[in-house]
Structures are given as C-alpha cells and as structure tokens.
C-alpha cells in the first residue's frame, strides 16, 4: 500500500551520530502511524521509536538519543541517532500502519527494504 525507501546508513565509530530517511510513497503522513524497527544478526527485529497522531514513542535504549521526526512537505520520516554505540549496530527499517496502529508493534502494514548502520568500538 505504501512504499517506504530507507536510506543514511553506514559504518561510524561509537559516539557520532547519523540521520536515517524514510522516503514514502503516501501523503499525507497524518493518516499514518509511523516507526523505525531494527534487527541485527540472530536476533528479533526490535521497535526503536515511532510516532501516532502527534505523540512520539521510544525504546528505553534508545531514548535520549534518538528522535524521530518527519517532514511532510518531503514526505519523509527521519530517524537521528546521535552517540552511537555499538549496541546500535543492525539493520534498521522504516515502516508504516494505519493511523490506529499500536506503535509498539510488529502489526504495521508496510516495511521498506532496510539500511545498515554499524558501530565500531
């Protein structure tokens, strides 16, 4: 229903930030929930913020660090990740639900294909 095309990714050192883009297919972003979910190797893909109607939501390891923010004019999502740590290292994708979605969730209607971030130490 909505493409979404990641991109920002790379590989910094723990400590530098990066800004992740979320371009999408659909306008106006206001009738959707919007997130960012991230998975590394071996592991569960994991929530990292998101946000619905004008409330944002974050994962307890990325709070105070990351901020997600949007630019409807772009119809981009962006995702800053400021003080890497290697912790953060995975493949981050950026996905999309109806406006109701639970944030939190896995339950969102469309994903984009993903943009690597790595953190050295």
């Known amino acids: 229903q909505v493409q979404l095309v990641e991109s920002g990714g790379g590989l910094v050192q723990a400590g530098d930030s990066l800004r992740l883009s979320c371009a999408a297919s659909?306008?106006?972003?206001?009738?959707?929930?919007m997130g960012w979910f991230r998975q590394a190797p071996g592991k569960e893909r994991e929530f990292v913020a998101a946000?619905?109607?004008?409330?944002?939501y974050y994962a307890g390891s990325v709070k105070g660090r990351f901020t997600i923010s949007r630019d409807d004019a772009k119809n981009t999502v962006y995702l800053q990740m400021n003080s890497l740590k290697p912790e953060d290292t995975a493949v981050y994708y950026c996905?999309?639900?109806?406006?109701?979605?639970?944030?939190?969730?896995?339950?969102?209607?469309?994903w984009g294909q993903g943009t690597q971030v790595t953190v050295s130490s």
């Open positions: 996905a999309a639900g109806l406006r109701g979605t639970d944030p939190t969730s896995h339950q969102y209607s469309d």
């Open positions: 659909e306008r106006p972003f206001s009738s959707y929930t």
């Open positions: 946000f619905r109607w004008s409330s944002t």
